[in-house]
């Protein structure tokens, strides 16, 4: 079983455009949740949500390319170009047929899938644009970025609601720790603001009308924010002999399912996933000194992952721990959310610091951990988890640990 490494991060979401600019943004906990202007929202109770601000697709995508691709396969591509730079890797040869490519989303091409029935039911269209399929499968993004680099191994979307990208990436890491690959270039997408989804969204009635305050007394809601992440994992003994950068060590996989109800979440199956992270990296709870938490913003959302916590780790650990929600700061991403998670914790472990919990107001009785409200921390983090909990009870947990050689 290989030892599996991050060596490239990359980010293009509504709290930077680049890594950089995210984890600045991310650790001060600066929350970039605000009014949308990409979509009109005069027919929308919910106004607010965290969008990419000043992007122009054709200032990076030659026309041909524009035709074939949704939003959500545009912000992937941006991400992966800038994780595969970081990490200094190419796909020649035989290294792009053992190089993997695993890319969540919760939803696909939703932009494209607007249009569409904007076309047809509104203004009386017969027909809808020739490219419709291709830009909104699911697994266009993963497609694109494997033409984008040359990528020959085995490619494919993962698509399990919030937990998409954190299941893309443990899969992908499965791979490498088998050694079915060396590397693998993996994260999750979405661009999930279209009037549709929010549509959607709003019906549900678990939307936040003035922040996301995850863990905070008088919270209203989740914020939903588009985005995209993706990380290159590699075997350990690959990223030391070509000279590598490691962030940190990928240590640990878990899932579970709840089994219970499509929508409100179990602490039993959030604990489970917890747990069998920690024992696939073989890590005992007291190792672990971070959560990176789900924490969309709910009310029933954050009192269960609280409870879940407790369960898995023990309530002498949990009591000691430092919890963070990012979604604080750059909203929820539905299936790219856990990639972006993964990068804040990787950039945590690497730099000492806890993120805060943004825009917190008061304690919640029900949620009575430590949630680092709103400034960062400095603290050695040895391990970490970060959380994904899905939409059907589908659970997801990532645990890593810093590498020191």
């Known amino acids: 079983m290989n030892r599996v490494v991050i060596t490239g991060l990359g980010v293009f979401s509504a709290a930077g455009k680049a890594v950089p600019a995210f984890w600045e943004t991310v650790r001060e906990g600066r929350s970039v949740i605000g009014?949308?202007?990409?979509?009109?929202?005069?027919?929308?109770h919910i106004k607010i949500g965290a969008e990419i601000k000043d992007f122009e697709p054709k200032d990076h995508f030659l026309p041909k390319q524009l035709a074939l691709l949704d939003r959500f396969s545009q912000l992937a591509v941006m991400a992966s170009r800038e994780a595969?730079?970081?990490?200094?890797?190419?796909?020649?040869?035989?290294?792009?047929?053992?190089?993997?490519?695993?890319i969540g989303s919760g939803v696909g091409g939703q932009q494209t899938l607007d249009e569409s029935y904007y076309r047809i039911y509104a203004q009386g269209r017969k027909g809808v644009h020739p490219f419709t399929i291709p830009r909104l499968m699911l697994n266009a993004a993963c497609?694109?970025?494997?033409?984008?680099?040359?990528?020959?191994?085995?490619?494919f979307a993962v698509a399990s609601a919030c937990s998409s990208s954190t299941h893309a990436i443990g899969?992908?890491?499965?791979?490498?720790?088998?050694?079915?690959?060396?590397?693998?270039?993996?994260?999750?997408?979405e661009a999930c603001i279209a009037l549709g989804t929010m549509k959607g969204w709003e019906a549900i009635r678990v939307m936040a009308t003035d922040t996301c305050r995850p863990f905070s007394k008088g919270r209203t809601g989740m914020t939903l924010g588009e985005g995209a992440a993706v990380v290159v994992l590699e075997t350990l003994e690959r990223a030391k002999a070509r000279g590598a950068r490691i962030y940190a060590e990928l240590c640990g996989f878990g899932m579970s399912s709840d089994a219970m109800d499509i929508t409100l979440p179990d602490a039993n199956g959030a604990a489970r996933a917890m747990t069998g992270a920690l024992k696939d990296a073989r890590l005992n709870a007291e190792d672990i000194d971070?959560?990176?938490?789900?924490?969309?913003?709910?009310?029933?959302?954050?009192?269960?992952?609280?409870?879940?916590?407790?369960?898995a780790l023990g309530n002498g650990v949990a009591e000691k721990l430092a919890v963070s929600s990012s979604k604080s700061v750059f909203?929820?991403?539905?299936?790219?959310?856990?990639?972006?998670?993964?990068?804040?914790?990787?950039?945590?472990?690497?730099d000492s610091v806890?993120?805060?919990?943004?825009?917190?107001?008061?304690?919640d009785p029900a949620c009575d951990l430590d949630y680092v409200p709103n400034q960062p921390r400095e603290r050695k983090i040895r391990a970490a988890i970060s959380n994904s909990f899905a939409f059907g009870g589908l659970n997801a947990v990532l645990a890593v640990r810093r590498f020191d050689g």
Do not use: W
Not at 171 to 189: E, F, I, K, L, N
């Open 84 to 102: 595969i730079e970081d990490a200094g890797v190419t796909f020649e040869g035989e290294d792009g047929e053992r190089t993997a490519c695993l």
């Open 331 to 350: 909203g929820h991403a539905l299936g790219g959310a856990g990639a972006l998670e993964l990068v804040v914790t990787a950039l945590a472990i690497r």
């Open 143 to 155: 497609s694109h970025v494997c033409m984008e680099h040359g990528i020959k191994g085995p490619a």
């Open 35 to 44: 009014p949308l202007t990409i979509i009109d929202t005069s027919d929308l």
């Open 354 to 363: 806890v993120p805060p919990t943004a825009n917190f107001t008061e304690r």
């Open 290 to 311: 971070y959560v990176n938490a789900h924490g969309t913003g709910t009310a029933a959302n954050d009192v269960t992952e609280t409870r879940a916590l407790r369960m």
């Open 171 to 189: 899969q992908a890491y499965h791979m490498v720790r088998s050694g079915m690959v060396h590397t693998a270039v993996t994260g999750g997408t």
